[in-house]
């Protein structure tokens, strides 16, 4: 019945035209079923077949009919997209700070439509503001901004970029003393020192505002993201809490359940009781108390019957990432985890298997959901729960307690440093933990990387469990061959691992040929290319990301740079230097344009490098082989610093080939290039801005190249490589290379000739 509710209401969610003809085509196969149960008489009334079905369709249709009903106020909703509107809703979630400094968060719309001409209508948003007070759950806004309608599928009908907003009405009763013990308890807790500060409002009330990006990223890889905010996990905390202190005190079960309800509703308040809590606090409440209860069985069935209940309250729920790993992980709790435990316990003692068959069928059961939709597969989660975890629950109770604590400001101090400790534990260990080599594994996001996760997962599990029979322990008899192909499919791919391990990083050098002269890293939509004679390397541009540039380096075998030359300070040119800071001689720069170019320049040189801005004219020696600066210009104003003020430069001598490498530069100062300078033919290209549409063909046509070189990235939202571009290229008698089709490209000289290797084939 749950898998068919979740159809039903992804098809109505991606698909709204199809609502109301699903809602006809399942009330249309419950009445078919009462007939056929009927006319089928007493046997398929003992089997329970008919009354199932019956069931089934009317939930389809349920969920299916709140679909239908919700599409016409989100259609007129919708109907704004691209226009600035006055919006007046009510906020539903805790706020959050975005990447781009705006506090984000849902609301429910009351209105929406031009200054003082609102129109009534009530959906479901996603709001940006200027970070401020008051905008609390419970609280009626107002803003002003551009609005976008979301893609099918997404919960909000609406995203508001707003450049005005104000409260109109704050947060009252029960949500304003929420939010204000709750606000007192983050100031306090960002009074302490980091590492751990910024986590405890995370960890004990779900304020992640003050969890810094560095953190966010190390959590997720070491997979603690989820005790950064309210999870399942912080509410089971709660109910266990309450479980164990009203045993300890003699409490019966009924009275432990009625606590532990009311210590939950508690907390959901006070953290918000935004739609993610509530269905975290619902999983984990009916997986704690099934597994407490000692009834899996009966636990498959409740967590069933509440995915089925939240699904027919909010259809949109079935898109989300969140909703299906709170499923899964539950589900893993109550059905994997236990068959985990036994067969680990061949091994180990009971209580360590049980701690580690819990993080590991949650590990094992969301893998795959997560490879739907992120790229990273963390391989240490298991050993850094296992570490951090058990600091968990001290920090999520005794920054409770000092969240309530809030009218006694000497106990709530007291209480808030104490939690402050387990808090600072978590954040070390994901810290260091995420510096292993091998913390997590990059899968491109998608299906293929899902239904892969899943074999191996799968795979896994079958090695690791022992199932019981009606007869007890008895063996399975289709287990033992099942389990053979399971070995051989771990077997084959911790042997691929191992290799790849091998390959990008003792052995990293055995994939490249020595006999190359230029690199062009795949760095994704960005540059990042190598230039080395007789020992001596050149690195023009660091490309955006530092991790994809260090792996390009240690593939090559370059530990040290000579010469690094940042053409400009775009961050898909300058993103990746923290990955050669310190292991750098000399920088040649473009000018800078903003303070965080200033900043990346004084790093540099913290980091031993010299400083040297780039001007037309420079010269000087990398090995064997001369560069020279072609641009800009000495002391031209015409272009500001950026893209048309990109360095650019040549090399020629040596084994290098004949080389010229254009930074950003549009047709205009391209131009502007071949008019003051004398450029001669070159062997190889580097295309200027990553192959946009705006070149010269003037250009092309005099430096004639035999190779030309396009740096962008996969699906990029520029189109870059442009299909004119590329012809205009091939047009000169180029042969045309793209990372982005073709990986890393290496250039070199063997007798005169020159040599291309690619990472792959296009």
């Known amino acids: 019945m749950a898998g068919g509710v979740w159809a039903a209401a992804l098809i109505c969610v991606f698909v709204p035209g199809w609502s109301w003809w699903m809602v006809i085509a399942c009330v249309t196969a419950a009445v078919l079923a009462v007939v056929v149960a009927h006319r089928q008489g007493a046997r398929i009334r003992r089997a329970g077949a008919g009354g199932l079905s019956v069931l089934l369709f009317a939930a389809m249709a349920a969920a299916a009919l709140?679909?239908?009903?919700?599409?016409?106020a989100r259609d007129e909703a919708a109907g704004w997209s691209g226009r600035v509107a006055e919006v007046s809703a009510t906020v539903t979630s805790s706020a959050s700070i975005g990447q781009d400094g705006k506090l984000w968060f849902d609301a429910q719309t009351m209105s929406v439509g031009i200054r003082g001409d609102p129109v009534a209508v009530s959906v479901p948003v996603r709001i940006g503001v200027e970070p401020g007070e008051g905008f609390d759950l419970g609280a009626d806004v107002r803003v002003v901004g551009q609005v976008q309608a979301t893609d099918a599928g997404e919960r909000a009908a609406l995203i508001v970029f707003s450049t005005e907003a104000e409260v109109v009405r704050r947060a009252a009763g029960v949500f304003d003393i929420a939010a204000g013990a709750r606000q007192a308890f983050i100031d306090r807790s960002t009074r302490l020192p980091e590492p751990g500060a910024g986590l405890l409002p995370g960890l004990a009330v779900g304020d992640t505002r003050a969890v810094t990006q560095t953190l966010n990223d190390d959590m997720r890889t070491t997979g603690l993201s989820h005790l950064t905010a309210v999870s399942g996990a912080n509410c089971a905390i709660v109910v266990g809490a309450v479980f164990w202190l009203t045993a300890l005190c003699g409490g019966g079960r009924m009275l432990r359940v009625i606590l532990a309800?009311?210590?939950?509703?508690?907390?959901?308040?006070?953290?918000?009781?935004?739609?993610?809590?509530?269905?975290?606090?619902?999983?984990?409440?009916?997986?704690?108390?099934?597994?407490?209860?000692?009834?899996?069985?009966?636990?498959a069935g409740m967590l069933a019957l509440c995915a089925v209940i939240i699904l027919l309250a909010d259809p949109w729920l079935a898109a989300t990432p969140g909703f299906a790993l709170s499923?899964?992980?539950?589900?893993?709790?109550?059905?994997?985890?236990?068959?985990?435990?036994?067969?680990?316990t061949r091994w180990m003692p009971a209580p360590v298997a049980l701690a580690i068959a819990v993080p590991l069928a949650a590990q094992l059961a969301c893998g795959p959901i997560i490879a739907l939709f992120a790229e990273q597969q963390s391989?240490?989660?298991?050993?850094?729960?296992?570490?951090a975890a058990p600091a968990a629950p001290v920090a999520t109770v005794i920054g409770l307690l000092g969240c309530l604590a809030a009218p006694l400001p000497p106990l709530a101090d007291v209480l808030t440093a104490s939690a402050w400790l387990p808090a600072a534990w978590i954040a070390t260990t994901a810290a260091t933990a995420a510096e292993l080599p091998v913390a997590e594994l990059i899968l491109p996001a998608g299906i293929g990387s899902a239904l892969l996760v899943l074999l191996v997962s799968g795979s896994v599990?079958?090695?690791?469990?022992?199932?019981?029979?009606?007869?007890?322990?008895?063996?399975?008899r289709w287990l033992s061959p099942v389990r053979r192909v399971a070995s051989a499919v771990v077997i084959v791919v911790v042997s691929l691992g191992g290799a790849q391990v091998l390959l990008t990083g003792p052995l990293a050098t055995a994939t490249s040929p020595d006999g190359w002269a230029i690199a062009a890293c795949d760095v994704g939509q960005g540059d990042a290319v190598l230039v080395r004679s007789v020992g001596e390397v050149a690195l023009i541009d660091t490309g955006p990301d530092p991790e994809l540039l260090d792996a390009c380096l240690r593939s090559l075998g370059v530990e040290h740079i000579d010469l690094l030359v940042l053409s400009h300070f775009d961050l898909d040119h300058v993103?990746?230097?923290?990955?050669?800071?310190?292991?750098?001689?000399?920088?040649?720069?473009?000018?800078?344009?903003?303070?965080?170019?200033?900043?990346l320049l004084q790093e540099l040189v913290a980091g031993g490098a010299r400083l040297s801005s780039a001007e037309a004219g420079d010269r000087g020696v990398l090995g064997s082989t001369d560069w020279r600066v072609l641009w800009p210009l000495r002391s031209s104003s015409a272009f500001p610093a950026g893209n048309d003020a990109s360095?650019?430069?040549?090399?020629?001598?040596?084994?290098?080939?004949?080389?010229?490498?254009?930074?950003?530069?549009?047709?205009?100062?391209?131009?502007m290039l071949l008019r003051s300078v004398r450029l001669g033919t070159y062997s190889v290209v580097k295309v200027a801005h990553h192959g946009s549409a705006d070149q010269d063909p003037g250009l092309y046509d005099s430096v004639d190249p035999t190779i030309a070189i396009f740096s962008a990235g996969v699906d990029n939202d520029y189109g870059h490589p442009r299909q004119d571009t590329l012809d205009l290229l091939t047009a000169t008698g180029a042969h045309v290379l793209r990372t982005d089709t073709q990986g890393r490209i290496l250039v070199g000289i063997r007798e005169e000739e020159l040599q291309v290797w690619t990472e792959r084939s296009p």
């Open 575 to 599: 993103g990746g230097a923290a990955a050669v800071i310190g292991r750098v001689d000399t920088v040649l720069h473009g000018p800078p344009a903003e303070p965080p170019d200033e900043r």
């Open 261 to 299: 309800a009311i210590a939950l509703s508690g907390f959901v308040v006070l953290v918000t009781p935004e739609p993610s809590v509530i269905r975290a606090s619902v999983m984990a409440g009916v997986a704690m108390l099934t597994v407490l209860l000692g009834r899996p069985s009966a636990g």
């Open 461 to 476: 599990a079958l090695i690791l469990l022992r199932l019981r029979t009606s007869s007890g322990d008895a063996p399975i």
């Open 66 to 72: 709140t679909a239908a009903l919700a599409s016409p």
């Open 379 to 387: 391989l240490i989660g298991v050993a850094a729960n296992l570490i």
């Open 647 to 671: 360095v650019v430069m040549d090399f020629a001598g040596g084994e290098v080939p004949r080389s010229l490498f254009l930074g950003d530069l549009s047709a205009e100062p391209q131009r």
């Open 327 to 344: 499923v899964v992980a539950s589900g893993a709790l109550i059905l994997l985890a236990p068959p985990l435990s036994r067969g680990l």
